[in-house]
T-cell receptor, first 114, second 116 residues
Framework: GAGVSQSPSNKVTEKGKDVELRCDPISGHTALYWYRQSLGQGLEFLIYFQGNSAPDKSGLPSDRFSAERTGGSVSTLTIQRTQQEDSAVYLC????????????FGPGTRLTVT | AQSVTQLDSHVSVSEGTPVLLRCNYSSSYSPSLFWYVQHPNKGLQLLLKYTSAATLVKGINGFEAEFKKSETSFHLTKPSAHMSDAAEYFCVVSDRGSGNTGKLIFGQGTTLQVKP
């Protein structure tokens, strides 16, 4: 079956511009996560969605970052006024439920801020 | 708070020799532990997971890991390395704290080099 898909695969943007990253989770998976992988910080959690519950935004690094999940499926991560330190690979993962279940990762979006 | 520490940032082995990648964890709860692998320019793939059943966990591609509560360790092993095993390996714990979200907490990663 189809796995987690992310688009675009690569994004180059100028400092100060806004970007939107998209994630399509596996059908039927209720939990969706965003992570960031960067050279300096390793892999870090950003935000978590579970069904209709309020998202856990505790990992978002600043108020320039936001995310939404429409209809319990597709999710969009938005970064406003991008900075060079936002350059990283943004990974999306989904799972059947939350704690203890395997998370399936998408291929990621490589964001480069110039 | 939960965390994982991978004790080696880089491990080099010869093809056909055993692999040992070390991981220690810290958790206030009964942990769910995972090993993920990331090949160059590829996504993260689950190798194996421990969720309080058998302490010796078998995964894909001949890898296995043993959960040792007394040592707070979850080391990854493979009897015989293959060239295709060269990759970055992450030891991961699933958050079981407030909210029980299941968010993953990653170790710093271990780069496995396999020499011919």
């Amino acid at each position: 079956g189809a796995g987690v898909s992310q688009s675009p695969s690569n994004k180059v943007t100028e400092k100060g511009k806004d970007v939107e990253l998209r994630c399509d989770p596996i059908s039927g998976h209720t939990a969706l996560y965003w992570y960031r992988q960067s050279l300096g910080q390793g892999l870090e959690f950003l935000i978590y969605f579970q069904g209709n519950s309020a998202p856990d935004k505790s990992g978002l690094p600043s108020d320039r970052f936001s995310a939404e999940r429409t209809g319990g499926s597709v999710s969009t991560l938005t970064i406003q006024r991008t900075q060079q330190e936002d350059s990283a690979v943004y990974l999306c993962a989904s799972s059947r439920d939350s704690a203890g279940y395997e998370q399936y990762f998408g291929p990621g979006t490589r964001l480069t801020v110039t | 708070a939960q965390s994982v520490t991978q004790l080696d940032s880089h491990v080099s082995v010869s093809e056909g020799t055993p692999v040992l990648l070390r991981c220690n964890y810290s958790s206030s709860y009964s942990p769910s532990l995972f090993w993920y692998v990331q090949h160059p320019n590829k996504g993260l793939q689950l190798l194996l997971k421990y969720t309080s059943a058998a302490t010796l966990v078998k995964g894909i591609n001949g890898f296995e890991a043993e959960f040792k509560k007394s040592e707070t360790s979850f080391h990854l092993t493979k009897p015989s390395a293959h060239m295709s095993d060269a990759a970055e390996y992450f030891c991961v714990v699933s958050d079981r704290g407030s909210g029980n979200t299941g968010k993953l907490i990653f170790g710093q990663g271990t780069t496995l080099q396999v020499k011919p």
